[in-house]
């Protein structure tokens, strides 16, 4: 009877851990278009899906990049602004948005972060400068995450490569 019962609580715990990681960080489709810095000029949207496989969580969702000077061909440096895909937590939705110049990262801008309570907001708005600074040093998403914000680091990194991948960086 006992060996029962811990075989039932065993796999009552790995349900629950499997559940709790499978609503840890999912990738919200939005399909959102950022504004052009350019009148009446538009980006076209990108390829969209997800990813992911057993002991780690990747995803690429869609991004809509908006060129400033038109010149988004594989040949011309990227400019413009690229918005990443809105990445959806347990704490709320994480969306980045980069403006590229020259082919370099000019600037990161969080335009969604964790929401859902007060601790979720006070988190994020510690992480998102630091991860900015982070993101701007390295010229790209390959930066460590904030202790205590994993989450919402991973979040913030996972719609930031959206955004440089819809931008060919």
Not at 14 to 21: N, P, R, V
Not at 32 to 56: D, E, K, L, M, P
Not at 96 to 107: L, N, Y
Request: charged share 10%; aromatic share 2%.
């Amino acid at each position: 009877m006992r060996t029962r019962a811990a075989v039932s609580a065993a796999l009552a715990s790995a349900g629950i851990l499997i559940a709790g990681w499978q609503s840890g960080l999912h990738v919200a489709d939005t399909g959102s278009s950022v504004a052009s810095a350019a009148a009446g000029s538009t980006g076209s949207s990108g390829s969209s899906g997800t990813s992911g496989s057993a002991g780690a969580s990747g995803s690429s969702g869609s991004s809509s990049p908006s060129s400033a000077g038109g010149t988004t061909g594989a040949s011309a440096k990227a400019v413009g602004t690229y918005a990443g895909s809105v990445v959806q937590t347990r704490f709320g939705s994480v969306q980045v948005q980069i403006t590229v110049q020259a082919g370099k990262i000019t600037d990161v801008t969080a335009l969604q972060l964790t929401d859902a309570e007060r601790k979720s907001v006070q988190i994020s708005n510690r992480a998102a400068p630091l991860l900015r600074t982070e993101v701007l040093a390295a010229q790209s998403a390959d930066v460590q995450t904030i202790s205590g914000a994993t989450v919402t680091s991973d979040a913030y990194l996972n719609s930031l490569q959206a955004a440089l991948d819809a931008a060919n960086l």
